[in-house]
């Protein structure tokens, strides 16, 4: 069981796609990117790739909220290439991402709003074909109960837990990933269903 508030969206899998407008290419790349440092490492990686292209533009969104983010017009004319990236990837609601569109430049001059359509329809074609994944806030509650509670237990992070492991030993431990605003009802419930027998910690 999820809340909406919990969960936000990335990437599977590094993508790629290409369109060509007047002679230019413009060539796509998005990665998922939990950090400044992944995007900035992927970026070289891209830079390196294409070191003989005109521009390497790109922006990138963190964190559950979108509100860590930054983007670069590579020197194209300011506002006409990173800012719709940027675009596109928050009209798309995604972040812990990188979105790179590198230029080849086909020999004709587009001018500033046609910049901007083929950096936004570059972004845009390849985030329509990107694999989309969740990516869930959550704590980790660990849960002890005795074999006789297991049944129980199990319905219970069942319910609740994005994913769990556990240890079997004299008693048994759990190890439960819940989304953050349901750690209140999980510890509840276990208590409720195994009346108070087990107990739910939240290891530091």
Known sequence: MTNNIDTYFTIAEEIRN?????????????FPANSKEKAMENLSSIRSQHYDASHNCYA??????????????????????????????QKYDLSDILLVVTR?????????G?????????????????????????ITVKVLCTY???????????????????????????????????VDSFCAEILEKTHARAGTFIPE
């Open 18 to 30: 290409e369109i060509t407008v007047k002679g230019s290419r413009f060539i796509a790349t998005c």
């Open 148 to 182: 006789e509670d297991i049944n129980a237990v199990k319905t219970v992070i069942d319910k609740y837990s994005v994913s769990n492991e556990s240890d079997y030993r004299d008693i048994v431990e759990f190890f439960c990933k819940i989304p953050e605003n349901s």
């Open 60 to 89: 990138y969104r963190l964190g559950r909220n979108g509100f860590d983010f930054r983007f670069s017009d590579d020197g194209e004319p300011s506002g006409t290439a990173g800012k719709p990236i940027l675009f596109m990837v």
């Open 114 to 138: 046609g910049l901007s359509r083929a950096y936004s329809d570059a972004a845009e074609e390849l985030l329509k074909v990107c694999n989309r994944v969740p990516v869930y806030c959550t």
């Open 104 to 112: 080849y430049f086909g020999g004709t001059k587009l001018g500033v």
